[in-house]
């Protein structure tokens, strides 16, 4: 083997990057030329439109933040794009996220000798697909040739098991960055990982903490040195920002030393420019950022006893993220939590030093593989890079001879053999198939690299020089494939879902789910669409879901009307980067269509949020009320639920007025959350009275059909009546409607049947005339209904009552709830 | 010498006849009048062609004997189409004879005689693109659509491969009024059907076309008498059967069902011992994944793997189950248990729609109940779908063409009609009662405002049939009325 | 095979992965990593598997959702209640057999294109 394969890990993060090589055996940070493993996310460019990203781009932040870019991650899958107004450039997330990419892809050249075609980049557990579609791209844009995803906490678990020596049971990662929070359940079992469920805050970081501090600051320099700074005034603005810097650079260097002092030159006060020194210790600054960590814990705690496990029952805490370098913190959870913090590792690139290592657990090299231009014949091997199994499966078939044909049949291989380098184990002569292949077992040096040397063999047991001669596996953990963070579906006319792929579903993944249509699609119409929302979450109710993009099937593009009914095949894929591509079959046209209409976290305007807001809000007193009433604790506990959520939203939508741009994404979320216990809430309540209607309707119906009835038509009834009584028992409100919908048709039929009836819907009708669509019509035949009554004549008035009727609004229609969904 | 000539004057009487109803600018002549004009007029050209043939028999000249197949064609166009041009394939000649004014498809001459040429169309052996253009122009002008038309586009259909519309079609051919629906088409239509029922062995239905009243025809007569032997209840004599078969025509083609019908049933249900029934959960799952072999499951079989399984499910949560579930470390035996249940139910129910059999079928057992409440409710659902979309698209006044609203209305009426013949009788009320307003306004839709006269009549009497079955007395009564409006 | 129950016997991640309840979660995600690979290799063998309809094609994607489908030991037990194995069986005596005459449309004439 001429070099060792390489393999490369990149965690891209939304204040800092990192990036790791890993050759099988060590792992290296890639630095920049400043030598540092840490890179900042920043992109600036400058009015020549000249892009620098990273630690040149980081100083301007200060002095320059127009043209100076962070944080884009969190814009990533929007169809939000930055401007940079100096060069009057706009920029979208993921070409941002290319650029700092580029950067790293350049050192980590420099340091390995070739700039790397392919790598794993991390992504937050919680990341929809288009956000990871969005991050797939970014590392094309940056000139990879194919990168893989892997969500953050597996990564850090990855890199801490990999490290660790025991490793059975529940884990916790705690991902605390520059301003996002994330906590994930893990467990490991046999040796394989897998996350069990995942909680955070998208607002809360290193950032609050940098916040607090300078607050402090401001003090000090208010009390002691008499400047009085605010945050509220604009003019401020450049000040505050130099008090951040100073703060982070103050927090950093407490990590460590038990004081810092910070010196801020040519501050102007009411004497003039003065230079200021501040002290500041641990204690003050422990004491600042004590609401923040209390803040983290607490989601963990939910995290945690959400999932059922107890608290000593964690095995231990894996500390991600800047912030978690703190003591104090380490101190707190320890403390809150009781459980043993994971030391020794580096909390700035353990997701990186993961990534890497998962880069060859998928076997993905920084270098693929050269194809090798010697004439000697080939092995096409399958095995993993890494394994917990210790005996795991090496598969090989001899690849067609490169020469074809020209070389002596005598060189052709007939047999293999592997063996260890390390002479501990032999494996047997294996005869090749039929198909030249061949399948066998290793035996793994436990928790190390194994080197196994793959020898072939002629028919007269002679050597045949063959390609690779050897082959590495790490006996470690093994995560198979990158697993679905949301269920993804499709939505149905009525406001269902139709599970497709569901949560925790290695990727790739591919599912074809046979539909059927719910309304006409005309042939050549312009007007009629059918529309598949493809959705992502796991709401029963698919408004609540995300809408990630919709499939449609367009009038003029079929060949043959399709009634109600026919079936649609929908097949959705999504690759292991989490691109989803859909397509739609219908057999009855025999064509595929494979359109799909937008794929982008669809933006809501504030406005409308608040608006949606404030109509939960309503919602929400409306069951207050009732359950004050009624005295009913568990609904009163349940409303506070909402009203968490919905106060939650209000913030975010507030950040979001204020620049924040990602802050209305949240708040979207948070109020698809208050909405799902909101319409559970609803449904309940709204039981009794739907029971009552019943009831209601029933005692009409058998009034009059035990006058003007038949003797089939009772007999329905009493049927019927049975059914509402059973759906009542069974709180199955569509049966109670169905059989409502007959009790009203067996009333109504003998209700007509008295001579006078249509004389009453005539009065019912026109009492209702003002909420008429042509109150002149109306009013006509409102006229000329009375002159028919007068004359008896019931034919006559029923034609006018029919006719207002059609003037009256009709009932409206719910379909629009489900993304306007075709499909059931 | 001027004997041969009468046809031609015939011809030229005809011309001006039509001319005259054309430039008077569609107006119909009564058919009275033209009953009597053809009376006399076939049968001088009976006589003459008589005599024509007379003599070219006598004169031994052949060229006597075109007048004389002139005069034939003339005096009988359906009988010569449909044995020598609909089997030749020619398109256009049958469709140019059958316009050839007469008695035989005077209630709709457009529509049957496109009929024809459809089906000469698809019996030429080569599909041609310019005539199936043809074709399909002629089937969009028709309007107002009436049997023959329907008629017609189910050929096309059913050509085509769409078999379960075609069928639809074909029904409601039956169901139009007679003054807009031709014998010869309602003939084609009942043939059609009972070879469709035939091909699917559906013996029960092939017997109830052939004795219906009053649309028999000799080949639906042979083929109900044979549907009967098959299904060996009054089993019809070797002899009769024969004999009736001799007198129906296609003869040869029809030989296979001869043949089948009197070597009559090939397996008698086979006795099963009872409590032979296999009591594991895989034992039961292998005997229910029989079902799912090509081809349809017998209402018997399905009773017995459902019986098979309510014992099973009777007993509780499998010991088996527990075990295991405790050795894996899964805590939820119970929910998987329910949940297998739940699956088996639901397949259950499935395969008796798909299959068309009525829940009565089933021995009533633990599992018969959950399998009705899931009939119901996923066809009821359907149904209400289905209802609500025609509903709408009235609604929005969202025109389709013709054709395309056979297309719905065909799978309502189907869907409409799975689940009231499947499910208890209980339900075809409810169903009823769910489609009914829609269906009803969808007609009446056709009737007054989309000038579709005959075909609003059509689906109106379909309608009243099912009110009559459902029992919904309102709708009877109001959908009588409905119907009795003249086209 | 429209119903749910079928396509789940039919696919049931033992018969993908090849093995049977008897299997530990290791033997199980040994089996898979093998299937996996030769199915990249295209090796013939593991491009279907038996099913009691007859065999069925083997997708690594299929293979990769019934390893993470065994993983879960709630899901694993409902699969080894639906777990039918081999082709035995099913031909099993299915009764009274509804036959049909095929040449009903010939004799009468009628006729269909040949399809697409
Ligand atoms: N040694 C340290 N002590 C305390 N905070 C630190 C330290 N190093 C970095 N930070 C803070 O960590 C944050 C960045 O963390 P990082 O994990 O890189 O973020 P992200 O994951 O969002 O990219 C910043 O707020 C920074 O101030
Ligand atoms: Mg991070």
């Given amino acids: 083997m001429a070099s060792r394969d390489i393999f490369m890990g990149i965690d891209l993060g939304t204040t800092n990057s990192t990036a790791a090589v890993f050759d099988g055996e060590r792992v290296d940070f890639v630095r920049d030329q400043q030598g540092a493993t840490v890179l900042p996310s920043v992109v600036r460019i400058d009015s020549r439109g000249t892009v620098t990203a990273g630690s040149r781009a980081r100083r301007y932040l200060e002095s320059d933040p127009e043209n100076t870019r962070t944080e884009f991650k969190r814009l990533m899958g929007t169809r939000e794009e930055m401007l940079f107004p100096a060069s009057r450039q706009k920029k979208t997330p993921p070409e941002l996220a290319a650029e700092v990419l580029k950067v790293i892809r350049r050192a980590a050249g420099v340091q390995i000798g070739f700039e790397p075609e392919q790598a794993v980049i991390s992504v937050p557990a919680l990341f929809e697909l288009p956000q990871s579609a969005a991050t797939s791209e970014a590392g094309r844009l940056a000139g990879f040739s194919k990168v893989e995803l892997i969500q953050e906490p597996v990564a850090s678990a990855l890199a801490a098991g990999w490290t660790a020596d025991e490793d059975e049971g529940f884990w916790l990662v705690y991902d605390l960055g520059g301003g996002t929070f994330d906590a994930s359940l893990l467990e490991t079992r046999d040796g394989l990982l897998r996350v069990v469920a995942h909680d955070g805050d998208n607002f809360l970081g290193g950032r609050d903490i940098d916040q607090a501090l300078s607050g402090w600051l401001a003090e000090r320099l208010a009390e002691e040195h008499g400047v009085r700074v605010s945050r509220s005034d604009p003019s401020d603005a450049a000040i505050f920002r130099r008090l951040k810097l100073a703060a982070e650079e103050a927090k950093i260097e407490l990590s460590h030393a038990s ?4 010196s801020l030159e040519g501050i102007s006060s009411p004497k003039g420019e003065i230079d200021v020194d501040l002290v500041l210790n641990r204690a003050t600054l422990d004491a600042l950022a004590l609401p923040v960590i209390e803040k983290s814990i607490e989601v963990c705690e939910r995290l945690v006893l959400a999932n059922g496990v107890e608290k000593g029952k964690l095995h231990r805490v894996v500390l991600v993220g800047g912030p978690t370098a703190m003591p104090v913190l380490r101190q707190r959870i320890r403390e809150r939590l009781q459980i043993p913090v994971a030391e020794g590792l580096d909390p700035m690139t353990l997701v990186a030093h993961g990534a890497a290592l998962f880069a060859l657990t998928s076997r993905l090299p920084a270098r693929p593989v050269a194809v090798s231009e010697e004439k000697r014949r080939s092995f096409w091997l399958q095995y993993p890079g890494m394994s917990s199994d210790p005996a795991p499966h090496v598969l090989g078939r001899l690849t067609a001879a490169p020469g074809d044909g020209t070389e002596p049949s005598a060189a052709e291989p007939f047999a293999i053999r592997l063996s260890r380098s390390d002479g501990g184990w032999k494996g047997g002569l294996l005869e090749l198939d039929a198909e030249g ?27 045949v020089p063959v390609e690779p001669r050897s082959l590495t596996i790490v006996h470690g953990l093994t995560i198979s494939d990158p697993p679905l963070s949301r269920t993804v579906g499709v939505a149905l006319a009525d406001d269902s879902t139709r599970e497709f792929i569901r949560r925790g579903t290695p990727l790739p993944a591919r599912k074809t789910l046979t539909l059927r249509t719910v309304e006409t699609v005309a042939k050549g119409s312009e007007g009629s669409l059918l529309k598949i929302p493809i959705i992502q979450g796991e709401f029963p109710s698919a408004h609540l879901c995300r809408l990630v993009g919709t499939l449609e099937i367009a009038g003029r593009e079929v060949t043959a009307t399709l009634p109600p009914g026919s079936a649609v095949e929908v097949t959705l894929e999504l690759d292991r980067g989490g691109r989803l591509s859909a397509r739609a079959f219908v057999p009855a046209l025999n064509r ?7 794929l982008a976290v669809p933006e809501i305007a504030p406005d409308s949020l608040a608006a949606a807001i404030a109509s939960a809000r309503e919602r929400l007193a409306g069951i207050r009320r009732d359950a004050f009433a009624n005295r009913d604790r568990n609904l009163l506990e349940r409303a506070g639920e909402v009203e968490a959520h919905l106060a939650e939203a209000a913030r975010d939508l507030a950040a979001a007025r204020g620049g924040e741009p990602d802050s209305t994404q949240r708040a979207q979320r948070n109020l698809l959350d208050a909405e799902a216990v909101l319409a559970e809430l ?29 003797e089939i038509e009772e007999r329905h009834l009493s049927e019927a009546g049975r059914a509402l009584e059973k759906a009542h028992q069974g709180k199955n409100a569509t049966e109670l409607s169905r059989q409502l919908r007959l009790v009203k048709r067996l009333g109504t039929a003998a209700f007509y049947r008295h001579p006078d009836a249509w004389f009453w819907m005539f009065d019912a009708a026109s009492s209702s005339v003002s909420r008429a669509s042509e109150p002149a019509k109306a009013a006509k035949l409102v006229k000329e209904g009375e002159e028919a009554r007068k004359r008896g004549d019931s034919a006559a008035v029923r034609g006018v009552v029919e006719r207002l009727w059609a003037l009256l609004p009709p009932d409206p229609e719910f379909r629009r709830l ?7 | 010498m001027a004997l041969p000539l009468a046809p031609l004057i015939w011809l030229a009487i005809w011309l001006y006849m039509r001319n005259r109803k054309g430039g008077a600018g569609g107006v119909d002549l009564s058919p009275g009048f033209w009953l009597f004009v053809w009376i006399i007029c076939i049968w001088n050209s009976v006589f003459v062609a008589g005599l024509l043939f007379g003599g070219a028999a006598v004169s031994e000249n052949p060229a006597w004997a075109l007048p004389a197949l002139a005069a034939a064609v003339f005096c009988f166009p359906w009988t010569f189409a449909r044995w020598v041009l609909i089997p030749a394939g020619w398109t256009r000649a049958a469709y140019y004879v059958l316009r050839i004014p007469g008695t035989t498809l005077w209630k709709d001459r457009r529509g049957g005689a496109l009929a024809g040429a459809v089906w000469a169309h698809t019996r030429s052996g080569r599909r041609s693109p310019r005539v199936d253009e043809w074709l399909q122009k002629k089937l969009a002008a028709l309007s107002p659509l009436k049997a023959g038309g329907v008629a017609a586009l189910a050929l096309s259909r059913a050509a085509e491969g769409e078999i379960d519309f075609a069928r639809g079609l074909m029904r409601l051919v039956l169901a139009f009024d007679r003054n807009a629906r031709p014998r010869r088409i309602l003939r084609v239509a009942v043939e059609w059907l009972a070879a469709e029922a035939a091909t699917r062995g559906d013996w029960e239905a092939v017997r109830a076309i052939g004795s219906r009243r009053g649309v028999r025809t000799r080949w639906t007569l042979f083929a109900s008498l044979a549907a009967r032997r098959l299904l060996g209840e009054s089993r019809p004599h070797a002899l009769l059967l024969r004999a009736a078969w001799l007198l129906a025509p296609n003869r040869i083609g029809s030989l296979g069902l001869l043949r089948l019908a009197l070597a009559g049933r090939q397996d008698a249900p086979v006795q099963r011992e009872e409590g032979g029934l296999p009591a594991t959960f895989s034992d039961l799952l292998r005997l229910h994944a029989a079902l799912w072999k090509e081809g349809p499951a017998s209402a018997g079989d399905l009773d017995r793997v459902q019986l098979g399984w309510s014992r099973l499910f009777m007993k509780g949560v499998a010991g088996g189950l527990r075990e295991r579930a405790a050795a894996i470390a899964a805590a939820n035996a119970e929910h998987v248990w329910e949940e297998a249940r739940a699956r088996i139910v639901g397949d259950l129910a499935s395969m008796l729609r798909e299959h068309g059999h009525s829940l009565a079928a089933l021995t009533p057992s633990g599992l018969t109940e959950d399998i009705r409440a899931r009939l119901e409710d996923e066809g009821m659902e359907e149904l209400e779908h289905a209802a609500g979309a025609l509903a709408r698209r009235r609604a929005n006044q969202q025109v389709l063409p013709v054709h395309d609203e056979l297309v719905e209305w065909c799978a309502l009426r189907d869907l409409y009609e799975s689940l009231a013949g499947v499910a208890s009788n209980g339900l075809r009320p409810l169903a009823f009662a769910s489609v009914y307003p829609a269906a009803s306004g969808h007609a009446v839709w056709l009737f007054n405002e989309r000038g579709e006269r005959p075909l609003g009549n059509a689906l109106l009497r379909v309608l009243l049939e099912e009110a009559r079955n459902a029992g919904d007395v309102e709708a009877e009564r109001l959908q009588a009325a409905n119907v009795a409006i003249p086209i | 095979m429209k119903s749910d129950l079928a396509g789940r016997v039919a696919s049931n991640p033992f018969l993908v992965l090849g093995i049977t309840p008897a299997f530990s979660r290791r033997e199980m995600e040994r089996e898979g990593q093998k299937l996996l690979g030769m199915l990249e290799l295209g090796m013939a063998e593991a491009r279907s598997y038996p099913t009691v309809f007859g065999p069925r094609p083997r997708t690594p994607e299929m293979v990769r959702e019934a390893m993470a489908e065994l993983r879960d030991p709630g899901r694993r037990l409902a699969h080894e209640l639906l777990f039918l194995e081999g082709t035995a069986g099913v031909d099993a005596d299915r009764g009274e057999k509804t036959v049909g005459w095929s040449g009903a449309f010939s004799a009468l004439g009628l006729s269909r294109w040949p399809s697409r």
Avoid at chain 1, 682 to 710: I, K, M
Avoid at chain 1, 818 to 824: A, F, K, N, Q
Wanted: hydrophobic letters at 45%; a negative charge.
């Fill in chain 1, 592 to 598: 595929v269509f494979s359109e799909v209409a937008h």
């Fill in chain 1, 682 to 710: 609803e449904e309940e309540r709204s039981w009794p009275e739907l029971w009552d209607e019943a009831q209601q309707e029933f005692a009409f119906s058998a009034e009059w059909v035990a006058r003007l009835g038949t």
């Fill in chain 1, 437 to 463: 292949a061949f399948v066998t077992s290793v035996e793994l040096l436990p928790r190390k690299t194994s080197v196994f040397f793959l020898e072939a063999f002629a028919k007269d047991g002679s050597v």
């Fill in chain 1, 818 to 824: 489900g993304y306007d969904s075709g499909i059931r």
């Fill in chain 1, 259 to 262: 004081e810092a002092v910070l």
